[in-house]
């Protein structure tokens, strides 16, 4: 067992992006900011691909998710976002051992 931190760990993957073609997204974004009060995704997404703006928007980039599906159990009461694998060849790529 190695002594690396979470965030060492995280770094050691690898992540192909597939430009211009999220497999995430927000589908009303106006939800998010005027009816979501705990916006939970915003902390709970462990590569931080939701981020909270002081307007009170949120705003997501794909890069670097981990494809957990986190955002979308969080998200069940809105159902504000739609989620997908990325397509074949794209996204993360886990290091193994
Ligand atoms: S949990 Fe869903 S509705 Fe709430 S801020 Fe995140 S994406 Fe928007
Ligand atoms: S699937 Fe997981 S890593 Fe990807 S955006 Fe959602 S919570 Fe973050």
Redesign the pocket.
């Known amino acids: 067992m190695s002594g690396l931190r979470v965030e060492e760990k995280l770094f050691q993957n690898r992540y192909r992006v597939d430009a211009g073609r999220p497999h995430?997204g927000i589908v009303d974004p106006t939800l998010c900011a005027d009816s979501c009060r705990d916006q939970q995704?915003t902390v709970?997404?462990?590569?931080g691909?939701?981020t909270r703006e002081g307007n009170g928007r949120v705003v997501?980039i794909?890069d670097g998710?981990?494809?957990?599906?986190?955002?979308?159990i969080i998200c069940e009461e809105h159902r504000n976002i739609a989620?997908a694998y990325p397509r074949g060849g794209y996204g993360i790529l886990f290091k193994f051992g």
């Not at 709970?44 to 590569?47: E, F, H, K, S």
């Open positions: 995430i995704c709970c997404c462990p590569a691909c939701y997501l794909t998710c981990l494809e957990c599906g986190t955002c979308r989620w």
